[in-house]
C-alpha cells in the first residue's frame, strides 16, 4: 500500500521533478522544459514555455480510442429531458460553436459572459473559449441584474451567451429580462448575445445585438475549427468568488497548469480512472462545476452527469435513481445537499441500486458530523470531506483516496495537505508559525502555490497581493482567510472564517464550534452564530437557530425549553464564557445562491448596520427574520 506521507513529501522536496511528472497526463503541442517559474513572487508560472490547449485534452484527445463512450450525460428533472452525448458528438457541437463565436467577433484572449442554466450549451460553450483560446467567466445563472451589470463591467466581454429561462423546483425563472436590466446597468456594452431558445419564456431579441443559437447552429452543422495552441499560463478563465465575505473576486486561472492539476486529482483524489462515470451535483457557474462537472471528468476520459433541478424533485431518489441508471462511480456534492436528503425518508435512498457507487466525496461547507455517519452509513460507501477555495481550483485538505485508499478519515476533519500545498498555521497577529498540536490559527499556504490555484485577480494585480500575500505579518503567505487546528497526526480541523471569530472578553472562539454544539441538540435543523459588538464585553455571542419542527416557533413555552437546554449544551461542551447571549429562533437562515451561511449580512443586521448588496442572496426574505 503506498504510503501518503511519503507522497506529500516528495511533491515538496523536488516539485519541478514531481510536476513534471504529472505534466504527462495531458497533451502539450510543446513539452515544457521548464516546470516552475517562481522568480517574481507571489507571481507564479507553471510550465511557462510549454504550449497546450484545454478543449484540445478534455474533447479531441479521446476521440482516438473513446468516441462512441459517453462523455456528457444530461439529466433535467425540471424539464423531464435527457440527453447523453459522446465524445463523438461533443466534439461536434463544441466546434459548431466555437464557429459561432468567431461569427459574432471573439478572438483570442477575449471574454465571453456566460450566464445559463445547467444546460449542454454551458458546456459547449466554456469548452469553445478554451478551444479558440477565448476567456470564458461563467455566472451563476439567476443571478440578480446588478450582480450580474458588475459582473459585465469587471470581465468587460466580448459576447454573452444566456437562454430564455432557467428553471428551479419547477418554477421557470425567465433569464432574458434579468439580462437585459444588467445590460442596461452595465457600462461596459458587449457587442453581442447569443441566446438559447429551450421554449420555456418569451425572450424577445434586440436587432443587431441578440443572436438566436438554433440558427447559428445549424448554419455550422460541418464547421471546423482548429484548437488554439496557447502558452501554458494563458488565462483559460475568470470565476467571480461566492461573495460570502464581500465584494467578489475575480479569480483568474491559467490553462495548463489547471489542466495538469485537474488531471493528477481525478487520478490521486478521487481514484477514477477512463471510462468511469463521475457524478458531480454542483452548478456550472461555482468553482466545483468548473473543475467537476466539466474539466476534471473529461480531462480523464470519463464520463461526467450533468443535473438540473433539485435533490428532492420529484422526490429525493431522483440522484440515487441517476447513480442506477448511469452507473455512477464517483459522487461529489456539497453537504448542504445532504442535510437536504437527510430531512426525507431513507427509503428514497434505498431504493436504488447504488452498487457502482465506490465512493463520495462532500465539499464547500464545514461537513457536521451527523451529516457526515448518516450519509456514509446510509450509501455503505467511504464519504470523503474536502477543503478548497474558488482561488484553489482543487482541493487543499482532503484524503488522497488514489494514493493511499486506507488512510484514515477523522469525523469532523477533512484530513491532510495535498500534495503541492505547504500549508500552515499562522498566528494572525504576529504571523509565527503554529506548530504545536490543537493551537487555532489562520490557514495559510506557503508560496509558490500549487498549479491550478489562482494567476491573479482578473485586471488587479494590486488586490491580488494586498488581500491574499499581506495579511499574515512579515511572511509570503497566502491566507485562506479560514480558521484551523492541527492535531498530532497532521490532520486539520476547519473552525470557521476569520471573520466569524467572536471575541468575548478577552476570549477567542469560532462560529462553527457554537454552532456544531447547538447543532448536536436533536431538536436542531441548523444555527448560524455571529458575534455582535457589546459595550461591556467586546463582543457577545447571538445565535440564530431553525428548529427541526414547528413546535418551538409555534408555541413560546416549547421555543423556552428549546432555548435553555440550548444554553445549557453549549455551556456544557465550550464552557460558560461560549454561551451565546441570545439565541433566536426563526424558520430559515440567510443563505447564498451556493448553500453558505452569511453570517457577515446576519452580523450587520444585528448592529444596525446596512447588510450591503443581497443579491447573491438564495432568498432575501430570510433576513426579516434576523433581529437584533
Ligand atoms: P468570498 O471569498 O467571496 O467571500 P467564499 O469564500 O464563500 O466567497 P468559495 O471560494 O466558494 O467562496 O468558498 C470557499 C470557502 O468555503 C472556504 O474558504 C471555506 O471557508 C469554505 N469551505 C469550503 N470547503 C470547506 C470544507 N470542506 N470544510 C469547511 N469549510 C469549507
Ligand atoms: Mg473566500
Redesign the pocket.
Known amino acids: 500500500m503506498a504510503d501518503y506521507a511519503a507522497f506529500y513529501q516528495r511533491s515538496l522536496q523536488d516539485p519541478d521533478a514531481f510536476w513534471r511528472e504529472e505534466a504527462a497526463r495531458i497533451d502539450w503541442q510543446k513539452s515544457p522544459t521548464r516546470i516552475c517559474d517562481a522568480s517574481r513572487p507571489p507571481f507564479v508560472r507553471w510550465f511557462p514555455d510549454g504550449t497546450t490547449n484545454l478543449c484540445h485534452n478534455a474533447v479531441d484527445r479521446h476521440l482516438p480510442e473513446r468516441a462512441d463512450q459517453p462523455a456528457l450525460i444530461w439529466v433535467s428533472s425540471e424539464t423531464g429531458e435527457e440527453k447523453t452525448y459522446t465524445y463523438a458528438e461533443l466534439d461536434r457541437e463544441v466546434q459548431r460553436m466555437a464557429a459561432i463565436f468567431f461569427d459574432l467577433g471573439v478572438g483570442l484572449g477575449d471574454r465571453v459572459l456566460i450566464y445559463l442554466p445547467m444546460i449542454p450549451e454551458a458546456a459547449f460553450a466554456m469548452l469553445a473559449c478554451a478551444r479558440i483560446g477565448a476567456i470564458h467567466c461563467v455566472v451563476f445563472g439567476g443571478f440578480a441584474s446588478g450582480s450580474l451589470a458588475s459582473r459585465i463591467d469587471d470581465a468587460r466581454p466580448t459576447l454573452v451567451v444566456s437562454a430564455d429561462a432557467g428553471s428551479r423546483g419547477g418554477k421557470v425563472i425567465p433569464y432574458k429580462p434579468l439580462l437585459d436590466g444588467a445590460l442596461a446597468q452595465a457600462q461596459h456594452k458587449p457587442h453581442a448575445v447569443l441566446l438559447v431558445d429551450r421554449g420555456l419564456a418569451p425572450a424577445a431579441r434586440v436587432a443587431g445585438r441578440d443572436h438566436d443559437y438554433t440558427s447559428l447552429r445549424e448554419r455550422h452543422a460541418q464547421a471546423e475549427v482548429l484548437c488554439a495552441w496557447v502558452p501554458a499560463t494563458h488565462p483559460g478563465y475568470v470565476l467571480y ?6 465584494k ?2 475575480g479569480v483568474q486561472r491559467d490553462t495548463g497548469g489547471y489542466a495538469v492539476a485537474l488531471a493528477a486529482s481525478m487520478a490521486h483524489v478521487f481514484a477514477g480512472k477512463p471510462g468511469d462515470t463521475f457524478f458531480c451535483a454542483s452548478d456550472i457557474g ?2 466545483v462545476g468548473h473543475s467537476y462537472i466539466l474539466y476534471g471528468p473529461l480531462l480523464a476520459g470519463m464520463a461526467t452527469v450533468m443535473y438540473e433541478g433539485l435533490p428532492i424533485q420529484p422526490d429525493a431518489g431522483v440522484w440515487w435513481r441517476l447513480v442506477e441508471r448511469h452507473r455512477v462511480n464517483v459522487m461529489f456534492t456539497s453537504p448542504t445537499a445532504i442535510r437536504i436528503l437527510k430531512r426525507h425518508d431513507l427509503a428514497h435512498l434505498k431504493a436504488s441500486d447504488l452498487s457502482s457507487l465506490r465512493t463520495l466525496f ?6 457536521d458530523e451527523p451529516t457526515a455517519a448518516w450519509v456514509a452509513e446510509s450509501l455503505g460507501v467511504p464519504v470523503t ?7 484553489t481550483g482543487w482541493p487543499i485538505l482532503t484524503l488522497a483516496r488514489g494514493v493511499q485508499p486506507d488512510q484514515p478519515a477523522k469525523l469532523g476533519s ?1 484530513g491532510v495537505p495535498l500534495y503541492g500545498y505547504r500549508v500552515g498555521l499562522f498566528d494572525d497577529v504576529t504571523g509565527e508559525p503554529l506548530t504545536e498540536p490543537g493551537r487555532k490559527g489562520v490557514l495559510g499556504i506557503e508560496g509558490p502555490l500549487p498549479p491550478g490555484c489562482l494567476q491573479t485577480l482578473w485586471g488587479n494585480d494590486a488586490r491580488f497581493v494586498s488581500t491574499y500575500w499581506q495579511s499574515i505579518p512579515g511572511r509570503q503567505v497566502y491566507s ?3 480558521w484551523a487546528t492541527r492535531d498530532a497526526d497532521g490532520y486539520y480541523t ?1 473552525l470557521g ?1 476569520t471573520d466569524d471569530v467572536l471575541n468575548v472578553a478577552g476570549h477567542r472562539l469560532g462560529s462553527r464550534e457554537i454552532e456544531e454544539a447547538i447543532t448536536g441538540h436533536p431538536g436542531v435543523a441548523e444555527a448560524a452564530v455571529v458575534g455582535v459588538a457589546d459595550a461591556d464585553k467586546g463582543q457577545v455571542a447571538v445565535a440564530f437557530v431553525v428548529p427541526r419542527a414547528a413546535g418551538p416557533l409555534e408555541d413560546a413555552t416549547q421555543g423556552e425549553a428549546l432555548t435553555a437546554e440550548i444554553l445549557a449544551r453549549v455551556a456544557a461542551d465550550l464552557g460558560p464564557v461560549a454561551r451565546p447571549a441570545r439565541v433566536v429562533l426563526v424558520p430559515v437562515l440567510p443563505k ?1 445562491r ?1 448553500g ?1 451561511l452569511l453570517r457577515r449580512a446576519i452580523q450587520a443586521v444585528c448592529e444596525g448596520r446596512d447588510p450591503g448588496d443581497l443579491s447573491t442572496m438564495e432568498d432575501a426574505a430570510a433576513l426579516q427574520h434576523i433581529r437584533p
Not at 241 to 246: D, K, P, Q, R
Not at 362 to 367: F, M
Not at 385 to 391: F, I, M, R
Open positions: 468568488t461566492s461573495g460570502t465575505t464581500g467578489p473576486k461555482w468553482v462532500l465539499a464547500g461547507e464545514p461537513l470531506d474536502n477543503y478548497w477555495q474558488t482561488e477533512p485562506t482567510f479560514d476547519i472564517r447564498t451556493s453558505k
